[in-house]
Antibody, heavy 123, light 107 residues
Framework: EVQLVQSGAEVKKPGESLKISCKGSGSSFTKYWIGWVRQMPGKGLEWMGNIYPGDSDTRYSPSFQGQVTMSVDKSISTAYLQWNTLKASDSATYYC????????????????WGRGTLVTVSS | DIQMTQSPSSLSASVGDRVTITCRASQSINNYLNWYQQKPGKAPNLLISVASTLQSGVPSRFSGSGSGTDFTLTISSLQPEDFATYYCQQGYNSPWTFGQGTTVEIK
């Protein structure tokens, strides 16, 4: 069974850096886009961007461009989400997701979700 | 960006009720609309893709319909395990956007 396994919860101070991970199981990791979705406490879902592990092609949502960096190490089937300077407003749960396209149309959807990584930024 | 608006934001219903949630897109998205269920403390789970395609393992009491700008998620007979928050998401254009969510609570 294909799974996305995310790294554990983090507690950081404002101004610190952070890199969280998402490891895919199975041999097909490089064939699908991997995305990140933010959920702030008590709020809805926001797509941040996605990366194609095969060639590291990365697309960011305009709302998150310049705020985070996505990367991948395909040799270990792992995607990363990184902050250089954390803010309190970065406190949220971050989900990695697999982005798929419908076989009958060009519709994109997120069919596989990690369990989420809770990031708490507080002084 | 395509804005997705769900209604209602929350609803109270009883086991066995028929429940309908609506999602409206700010422009036509063909049928490129997906529905997710999220239970407290858990990751969202894809229920329906491309407006009406039920994902494997999802009970048949869930159904989706619509095209263009207006879409509906229907639960034909609400079960205890269906109390959750439901999100629509457009898969037509990047940035991929979600509705604000509809919370289904126990009456």
């Amino acid at each position: 069974e294909v799974q996305l396994v995310q790294s554990g919860a983090e507690v950081k101070k404002p101004g610190e850096s952070l890199k969280i991970s998402c490891k895919g199981s199975g041999s097909s990791f490089t064939k699908y886009w991997i995305g990140w979705v933010r959920q702030m406490p008590g709020k809805g879902l926001e797509w941040m961007g996605n990366i194609y592990p095969g060639d590291s092609d990365t697309r960011y949502s305009p709302s998150f461009q310049g705020q985070v960096t996505m990367s991948v190490d395909k040799s270990i089937s792992t995607a990363y989400l990184q902050w250089n300077t954390l803010k309190a407003s970065d406190s949220a749960t971050y989900y990695c997701v697999r982005k798929m396209v419908s076989s009958s149309s060009s519709a994109w959807y997120f069919d596989l979700w990690g369990r989420g990584t809770l990031v708490t930024v507080s002084s | 960006d395509i804005q997705m608006t769900q209604s209602p934001s929350s609803l109270s219903a009883s086991v066995g009720d028929r429940v309908t949630i609506t999602c409206r897109a700010s422009q036509s998205i063909n049928n490129y609309l997906n529905w997710y269920q999220q239970k407290p403390g858990k990751a969202p789970n894809l229920l329906i893709s491309v407006a009406s395609t039920l994902q494997s393992g999802v009970p048949s009491r869930f159904s989706g319909s619509g095209s263009g700008t207006d879409f509906t998620l229907t639960i034909s007979s609400l079960q205890p395990e269906d109390f959750a928050t439901y999100y629509c998401q457009q898969g037509y254009n990047s940035p991929w956007t979600f509705g604000q969510g509809t919370t289904v609570e126990i009456k």
